[in-house]
Protein backbone atom coordinates (compact mmCIF):
# COMPACT_ATOMS: atom_id res chain seq x y z
CA UNK A 1 0.00 0.00 0.00
CA UNK A 2 1.51 3.18 -0.45
CA UNK A 3 -1.12 5.48 1.39
CA UNK A 4 0.75 7.18 3.65
CA UNK A 5 -0.89 7.78 7.21
CA UNK A 6 2.15 10.46 8.22
CA UNK A 7 3.00 13.45 6.05
CA UNK A 8 1.78 16.66 5.16
CA UNK A 9 -1.81 18.04 5.07
CA UNK A 10 -3.03 19.37 2.09
CA UNK A 11 -4.26 22.30 4.55
CA UNK A 12 -0.85 23.49 4.75
CA UNK A 13 -0.35 24.13 1.29
CA UNK A 14 -3.73 25.01 0.21
CA UNK A 15 -5.30 25.16 -3.05
CA UNK A 16 -3.05 27.37 -4.79
CA UNK A 17 -0.18 26.52 -2.78
CA UNK A 18 -0.65 22.47 -4.43
CA UNK A 19 -1.43 23.43 -7.68
CA UNK A 20 2.26 25.66 -7.46
CA UNK A 21 3.50 22.29 -6.07
CA UNK A 22 2.22 19.94 -8.39
CA UNK A 23 2.87 22.07 -11.52
CA UNK A 24 6.34 24.25 -10.94
CA UNK A 25 9.08 22.31 -12.93
CA UNK A 26 7.20 21.75 -16.37
CA UNK A 27 8.40 22.27 -19.26
CA UNK A 28 6.35 22.08 -22.99
CA UNK A 29 8.06 19.46 -24.91
CA UNK A 30 5.67 20.64 -28.05
CA UNK A 31 5.13 23.46 -29.99
CA UNK A 32 1.54 23.49 -30.43
CA UNK A 33 1.52 24.32 -26.36
CA UNK A 34 1.70 27.97 -26.58
CA UNK A 35 0.31 28.71 -23.16
CA UNK A 36 -0.26 25.91 -20.31
CA UNK A 37 -0.62 25.89 -16.45
CA UNK A 38 -0.73 29.60 -14.70
CA UNK A 39 -3.77 31.41 -16.79
CA UNK A 40 -7.40 30.98 -16.61
CA UNK A 41 -7.12 28.97 -19.44
CA UNK A 42 -4.31 27.31 -21.60
CA UNK A 43 -3.43 28.41 -25.50
CA UNK A 44 -2.99 25.65 -27.95
CA UNK A 45 -2.35 26.15 -32.03
CA UNK A 46 -2.61 23.17 -34.29
CA UNK A 47 -2.48 25.43 -37.45
CA UNK A 48 -3.86 23.23 -40.36
CA UNK A 49 -4.48 19.69 -38.37
CA UNK A 50 -7.56 18.85 -36.82
CA UNK A 51 -7.90 18.06 -33.30
CA UNK A 52 -9.17 14.82 -31.20
CA UNK A 53 -10.04 15.33 -27.81
CA UNK A 54 -10.89 12.97 -24.94
CA UNK A 55 -11.46 12.62 -21.59
CA UNK A 56 -12.01 9.98 -18.56
CA UNK A 57 -13.23 9.74 -15.50
CA UNK A 58 -11.42 7.64 -12.61
CA UNK A 59 -13.39 7.49 -9.04
CA UNK A 60 -11.72 5.31 -6.16
CA UNK A 61 -13.21 2.28 -6.08
CA UNK A 62 -15.61 2.11 -9.24
CA UNK A 63 -12.45 2.29 -11.19
CA UNK A 64 -9.44 1.65 -8.87
CA UNK A 65 -8.71 0.14 -5.49
CA UNK A 66 -6.05 1.82 -3.28
CA UNK A 67 -5.76 -1.58 -1.76
CA UNK A 68 -3.41 -3.08 -4.38
CA UNK A 69 -3.20 0.04 -6.47
CA UNK A 70 0.49 2.08 -6.07
CA UNK A 71 -0.49 5.93 -6.62
CA UNK A 72 2.40 6.58 -8.75
CA UNK A 73 0.84 3.49 -10.94
CA UNK A 74 -2.15 5.23 -11.28
CA UNK A 75 -1.28 8.72 -12.23
CA UNK A 76 0.65 6.61 -14.80
CA UNK A 77 -2.50 4.41 -15.99
CA UNK A 78 -4.93 7.48 -16.08
CA UNK A 79 -2.72 9.06 -18.45
CA UNK A 80 -1.96 6.15 -20.42
CA UNK A 81 -5.77 5.16 -21.01
CA UNK A 82 -6.60 8.57 -22.22
CA UNK A 83 -3.75 8.28 -24.78
CA UNK A 84 -4.66 5.07 -25.78
CA UNK A 85 -8.17 6.99 -27.12
CA UNK A 86 -6.42 9.82 -29.12
CA UNK A 87 -3.96 6.93 -30.73
CA UNK A 88 -7.02 5.07 -31.27
CA UNK A 89 -8.20 7.98 -33.71
CA UNK A 90 -5.24 7.36 -35.91
CA UNK A 91 -4.32 10.70 -33.91
CA UNK A 92 -1.38 11.93 -31.99
CA UNK A 93 -1.71 12.96 -28.48
CA UNK A 94 0.26 16.80 -27.25
CA UNK A 95 -1.71 17.93 -24.32
CA UNK A 96 -3.36 16.64 -21.50
CA UNK A 97 -5.62 18.62 -18.12
CA UNK A 98 -5.29 16.88 -14.85
CA UNK A 99 -7.98 17.45 -12.70
CA UNK A 100 -8.09 15.91 -8.93
CA UNK A 101 -11.09 16.03 -6.47
CA UNK A 102 -8.86 14.69 -3.28
CA UNK A 103 -10.59 13.48 0.25
CA UNK A 104 -9.17 14.45 3.47
CA UNK A 105 -7.51 10.78 4.20
CA UNK A 106 -4.98 12.01 1.35
CA UNK A 107 -1.51 13.92 1.84
CA UNK A 108 0.60 16.64 -0.56
CA UNK A 109 3.06 13.05 -0.69
CA UNK A 110 0.12 10.95 -1.78
CA UNK A 111 -1.38 13.33 -4.47
CA UNK A 112 2.93 13.97 -5.70
CA UNK A 113 3.09 10.14 -5.94
CA UNK A 114 0.28 10.44 -8.59
CA UNK A 115 1.56 13.17 -10.20
CA UNK A 116 4.77 11.37 -10.56
CA UNK A 117 3.20 8.90 -12.69
CA UNK A 118 1.62 11.71 -14.63
CA UNK A 119 4.70 13.31 -15.29
CA UNK A 120 6.56 9.79 -16.15
CA UNK A 121 3.53 9.07 -18.67
CA UNK A 122 3.94 12.88 -19.86
CA UNK A 123 7.49 12.22 -21.12
CA UNK A 124 7.20 8.92 -22.17
CA UNK A 125 4.92 9.71 -24.63
CA UNK A 126 6.03 13.37 -25.50
CA UNK A 127 2.71 15.09 -23.85
CA UNK A 128 2.55 18.50 -22.09
CA UNK A 129 0.46 18.87 -18.91
CA UNK A 130 -1.37 22.37 -19.79
CA UNK A 131 -3.65 22.50 -16.60
CA UNK A 132 -6.42 21.03 -14.50
CA UNK A 133 -8.63 21.60 -11.57
CA UNK A 134 -8.16 21.08 -7.87
CA UNK A 135 -10.97 20.35 -5.24
CA UNK A 136 -11.82 18.73 -1.92
CA UNK A 137 -14.14 15.53 -2.62
CA UNK A 138 -16.31 13.86 0.29
CA UNK A 139 -16.10 10.47 -1.68
CA UNK A 140 -12.53 9.47 -2.03
CA UNK A 141 -10.17 10.55 -5.20
CA UNK A 142 -12.00 11.34 -8.58
CA UNK A 143 -9.08 11.66 -11.39
CA UNK A 144 -10.35 13.36 -14.74
CA UNK A 145 -7.52 13.30 -17.41
CA UNK A 146 -8.59 15.08 -21.07
CA UNK A 147 -6.23 14.50 -23.61
CA UNK A 148 -6.11 16.80 -26.96
CA UNK A 149 -3.88 15.63 -30.15
CA UNK A 150 -3.26 15.96 -33.74
CA UNK A 151 -4.10 14.37 -36.87
CA UNK A 152 -3.78 15.22 -40.51
CA UNK A 153 -7.09 16.08 -42.13
CA UNK A 154 -7.65 12.71 -43.95
CA UNK A 155 -6.08 10.15 -42.11
CA UNK A 156 -8.47 10.19 -38.82
CA UNK A 157 -9.91 6.27 -38.46
CA UNK A 158 -13.49 5.64 -37.12
CA UNK A 159 -15.24 3.11 -35.67
CA UNK A 160 -17.74 2.99 -38.85
CA UNK A 161 -15.82 2.63 -42.03
CA UNK A 162 -15.09 -1.03 -42.06
CA UNK A 163 -15.24 -2.24 -45.37
CA UNK A 164 -16.54 -6.45 -46.52
CA UNK A 165 -13.18 -8.02 -47.15
CA UNK A 166 -10.88 -6.33 -45.17
CA UNK A 167 -8.17 -7.72 -43.12
CA UNK A 168 -9.09 -7.88 -38.88
CA UNK A 169 -6.01 -7.19 -36.66
CA UNK A 170 -4.88 -6.90 -33.03
CA UNK A 171 -1.44 -5.33 -31.69
CA UNK A 172 0.50 -7.71 -28.53
CA UNK A 173 -1.37 -10.12 -26.79
CA UNK A 174 -5.36 -9.93 -25.12
CA UNK A 175 -6.50 -10.85 -21.35
CA UNK A 176 -3.38 -10.49 -19.35
CA UNK A 177 -5.03 -7.07 -17.83
CA UNK A 178 -7.24 -8.88 -16.96
CA UNK A 179 -5.55 -11.84 -15.40
CA UNK A 180 -3.38 -9.16 -13.66
CA UNK A 181 -6.37 -8.29 -11.70
CA UNK A 182 -7.61 -11.59 -11.00
CA UNK A 183 -4.19 -12.19 -9.14
CA UNK A 184 -4.72 -9.14 -7.36
CA UNK A 185 -7.87 -9.67 -6.60
CA UNK A 186 -6.40 -13.50 -5.04
CA UNK A 187 -3.48 -11.97 -3.22
CA UNK A 188 -5.73 -9.00 -1.33
CA UNK A 189 -8.15 -12.56 -0.33
CA UNK A 190 -4.81 -13.97 0.92
CA UNK A 191 -3.81 -10.77 2.49
CA UNK A 192 -6.81 -10.41 4.58
CA UNK A 193 -6.75 -13.80 6.02
CA UNK A 194 -3.12 -13.31 6.78
CA UNK A 195 -1.43 -10.57 6.64
CA UNK A 196 1.99 -11.99 7.29
CA UNK A 197 2.00 -13.62 4.43
CA UNK A 198 4.33 -12.34 1.71
CA UNK A 199 2.78 -12.84 -1.66
CA UNK A 200 4.43 -14.67 -4.48
CA UNK A 201 3.98 -12.40 -7.32
CA UNK A 202 7.37 -12.71 -9.74
CA UNK A 203 5.80 -14.99 -11.71
CA UNK A 204 3.08 -13.06 -12.62
CA UNK A 205 5.14 -9.92 -13.62
CA UNK A 206 3.73 -9.65 -16.89
CA UNK A 207 0.17 -9.66 -15.98
CA UNK A 208 0.40 -7.13 -12.97
CA UNK A 209 2.25 -4.98 -15.42
CA UNK A 210 -0.27 -4.80 -17.86
CA UNK A 211 -2.79 -4.66 -15.11
CA UNK A 212 -1.01 -1.39 -13.23
CA UNK A 213 1.30 0.10 -15.98
CA UNK A 214 -0.42 -0.51 -19.27
CA UNK A 215 1.34 1.15 -22.22
CA UNK A 216 -0.75 2.86 -25.21
CA UNK A 217 0.16 1.88 -28.44
CA UNK A 218 2.42 4.84 -29.74
CA UNK A 219 4.60 2.34 -31.67
CA UNK A 220 1.87 1.22 -33.95
CA UNK A 221 0.54 4.61 -35.04
CA UNK A 222 4.07 5.74 -35.56
CA UNK A 223 4.67 2.44 -38.06
CA UNK A 224 0.98 3.41 -39.78
CA UNK A 225 2.50 6.48 -40.63
CA UNK A 226 5.99 5.20 -41.64
CA UNK A 227 4.71 2.01 -43.55
CA UNK A 228 1.72 4.99 -45.49
CA UNK A 229 -1.26 2.63 -44.29
CA UNK A 230 -4.32 4.04 -42.95
CA UNK A 231 -6.47 1.67 -41.58
CA UNK A 232 -10.05 1.13 -42.64
CA UNK A 233 -11.24 1.21 -38.76
CA UNK A 234 -10.08 0.92 -35.59
CA UNK A 235 -10.37 1.49 -31.83
CA UNK A 236 -8.38 0.18 -28.94
CA UNK A 237 -9.37 -2.66 -26.50
CA UNK A 238 -10.75 -1.11 -23.34
CA UNK A 239 -13.74 -3.64 -22.68
CA UNK A 240 -12.24 -6.68 -24.18
CA UNK A 241 -12.25 -7.99 -28.06
CA UNK A 242 -15.86 -8.79 -28.10
CA UNK A 243 -17.09 -6.10 -27.12
CA UNK A 244 -15.13 -4.09 -29.44
CA UNK A 245 -15.52 -6.48 -32.42
CA UNK A 246 -19.42 -5.81 -32.45
CA UNK A 247 -18.92 -2.17 -32.22
CA UNK A 248 -16.86 -1.92 -35.46
CA UNK A 249 -19.09 -4.22 -36.84
CA UNK A 250 -22.65 -2.70 -35.77
CA UNK A 251 -21.26 0.83 -36.46
CA UNK A 252 -19.97 -0.20 -39.70
CA UNK A 253 -22.75 -2.25 -40.82
CA UNK A 254 -20.90 -5.59 -41.63
CA UNK A 255 -20.26 -9.23 -40.35
CA UNK A 256 -16.83 -10.99 -39.12
CA UNK A 257 -15.32 -13.94 -38.76
CA UNK A 258 -12.37 -14.02 -36.53
CA UNK A 259 -10.29 -17.47 -36.12
CA UNK A 260 -9.49 -18.23 -32.26
CA UNK A 261 -6.08 -20.03 -33.22
CA UNK A 262 -5.16 -16.65 -34.29
CA UNK A 263 -6.27 -14.98 -31.37
CA UNK A 264 -2.94 -13.85 -29.62
CA UNK A 265 -2.92 -14.79 -25.99
CA UNK A 266 0.55 -15.17 -24.23
CA UNK A 267 1.18 -18.29 -21.42
CA UNK A 268 1.37 -17.14 -18.71
CA UNK A 269 -2.12 -15.64 -19.11
CA UNK A 270 -3.21 -18.93 -20.08
CA UNK A 271 -1.59 -20.28 -17.21
CA UNK A 272 -3.33 -17.73 -14.79
CA UNK A 273 -6.62 -18.42 -16.62
CA UNK A 274 -6.14 -22.39 -15.95
CA UNK A 275 -5.63 -22.09 -12.66
CA UNK A 276 -8.72 -20.15 -11.79
CA UNK A 277 -10.76 -22.24 -14.16
CA UNK A 278 -11.51 -19.78 -16.70
CA UNK A 279 -10.66 -20.25 -20.92
CA UNK A 280 -8.32 -18.26 -21.81
CA UNK A 281 -9.87 -17.26 -24.62
CA UNK A 282 -12.90 -16.07 -22.52
CA UNK A 283 -10.35 -14.13 -20.82
CA UNK A 284 -8.92 -12.72 -24.06
CA UNK A 285 -12.62 -11.89 -24.90
CA UNK A 286 -14.24 -10.62 -22.20
CA UNK A 287 -11.28 -9.03 -20.30
CA UNK A 288 -11.07 -5.76 -21.02
CA UNK A 289 -8.18 -3.12 -20.13
CA UNK A 290 -5.71 -4.11 -22.91
CA UNK A 291 -5.15 -0.88 -24.43
CA UNK A 292 -4.35 -3.13 -27.30
CA UNK A 293 -6.00 -1.23 -31.15
CA UNK A 294 -8.05 -3.62 -32.89
CA UNK A 295 -8.53 -2.72 -36.60
CA UNK A 296 -9.34 -3.29 -39.78
CA UNK A 297 -7.23 -3.03 -43.25
CA UNK A 298 -7.27 -3.34 -47.07
CA UNK A 299 -6.07 -6.55 -47.99
CA UNK A 300 -3.31 -5.07 -50.11
CA UNK A 301 -1.43 -4.09 -46.47
CA UNK A 302 -1.47 -7.78 -46.16
CA UNK A 303 2.51 -8.35 -46.66
CA UNK A 304 3.59 -5.42 -44.58
CA UNK A 305 1.32 -6.37 -41.57
CA UNK A 306 2.40 -9.92 -41.62
CA UNK A 307 6.13 -8.33 -41.30
CA UNK A 308 5.26 -6.66 -38.16
CA UNK A 309 5.32 -8.95 -34.99
CA UNK A 310 3.38 -7.00 -32.62
CA UNK A 311 0.59 -7.36 -34.89
CA UNK A 312 -1.52 -10.18 -35.64
CA UNK A 313 -3.95 -10.65 -38.35
CA UNK A 314 -7.25 -12.67 -36.69
CA UNK A 315 -9.87 -13.03 -39.41
CA UNK A 316 -11.63 -10.78 -41.46
CA UNK A 317 -15.07 -8.61 -42.20
CA UNK A 318 -17.47 -10.53 -43.90
CA UNK A 319 -21.42 -9.43 -44.98
CA UNK A 320 -23.60 -8.02 -42.05
CA UNK A 321 -26.00 -10.67 -42.90
CA UNK A 322 -23.78 -13.74 -41.84
CA UNK A 323 -23.27 -12.06 -38.14
CA UNK A 324 -20.22 -11.52 -35.95
CA UNK A 325 -18.81 -14.88 -35.76
CA UNK A 326 -15.84 -16.35 -33.65
CA UNK A 327 -14.64 -19.61 -35.67
CA UNK A 328 -13.73 -22.19 -32.91
CA UNK A 329 -10.69 -24.70 -33.21
CA UNK A 330 -12.58 -27.69 -35.19
CA UNK A 331 -14.58 -25.19 -37.08
CA UNK A 332 -17.57 -24.92 -35.13
CA UNK A 333 -19.41 -21.18 -35.27
CA UNK A 334 -19.38 -19.05 -32.30
CA UNK A 335 -21.62 -16.11 -32.17
CA UNK A 336 -19.93 -13.19 -30.25
CA UNK A 337 -22.74 -11.73 -27.93
CA UNK A 338 -22.48 -8.22 -26.08
CA UNK A 339 -22.56 -10.50 -22.78
CA UNK A 340 -19.75 -13.35 -24.24
CA UNK A 341 -18.57 -14.39 -21.16
CA UNK A 342 -22.16 -16.46 -20.13
CA UNK A 343 -22.98 -16.92 -23.82
CA UNK A 344 -19.32 -18.17 -24.64
CA UNK A 345 -19.35 -20.60 -21.83
CA UNK A 346 -23.08 -22.12 -22.74
CA UNK A 347 -21.71 -22.61 -25.90
CA UNK A 348 -18.94 -24.97 -24.51
P1 LIG B 1 -9.58 28.62 -11.93
O1 LIG B 1 -9.88 29.40 -10.70
O2 LIG B 1 -9.67 29.40 -13.19
O3 LIG B 1 -10.23 27.27 -11.97
P2 LIG B 1 -7.28 27.41 -10.82
O4 LIG B 1 -6.78 28.23 -9.69
O5 LIG B 1 -8.07 26.20 -10.52
O6 LIG B 1 -8.02 28.36 -11.84
O7 LIG B 1 -6.04 26.96 -11.68
C1 LIG B 1 -4.93 27.78 -11.89
C2 LIG B 1 -4.07 27.15 -12.97
O8 LIG B 1 -3.62 25.88 -12.52
C3 LIG B 1 -4.83 26.88 -14.26
O9 LIG B 1 -3.91 27.07 -15.31
C4 LIG B 1 -5.24 25.44 -14.14
O10 LIG B 1 -5.38 24.86 -15.40
C5 LIG B 1 -4.06 24.84 -13.36
N1 LIG B 1 -4.44 23.72 -12.52
C6 LIG B 1 -5.37 23.68 -11.52
N2 LIG B 1 -5.42 22.47 -10.94
C7 LIG B 1 -4.51 21.69 -11.57
C8 LIG B 1 -4.11 20.34 -11.46
N3 LIG B 1 -4.64 19.50 -10.56
N4 LIG B 1 -3.14 19.88 -12.29
C9 LIG B 1 -2.60 20.69 -13.21
N5 LIG B 1 -2.93 21.97 -13.38
C10 LIG B 1 -3.89 22.48 -12.58
MG1 LIG C 1 -9.95 25.71 -10.76
Sequence with gaps: MSKKSAGTPISQYGEFGLIDYLTKNIQHKN?????GVGDDAAILDYKSKQIVVTTD????????NLMYVPLKHLGYKAVVVNLSDVYAMNAIPKQITVSIGISSKFTVEAID??????????????????????SSSL?????????????????????????ENDLICVTGRLGAAF?????????????????????ELDHYKTLLESQLKPEARKDIIEWFAKEKIIPTSMMDIS?????????????SKVGCK?????????????????EIHIEPLVAALNGGEDYELLFTCNISNHDKLKENAAISIIGHIC??????NIIGRAGNIIPVKAQGWNSLMDEK
Design 31 to 35: ESTIK
Design 57 to 64: LLLEGIHF
Design 113 to 134: EIYQGIYLACEKYNVDLVGGDT
Design 139 to 163: TGLTISITAIGEVEKGKVVYRNTAK
Design 179 to 199: MGLQVLEREKEVFAKNPDLQP
Design 239 to 251: DGLSSELIHICTQ
Design 258 to 274: VFEERIPIDEVTAKMAS
Design 319 to 324: EQEEGI
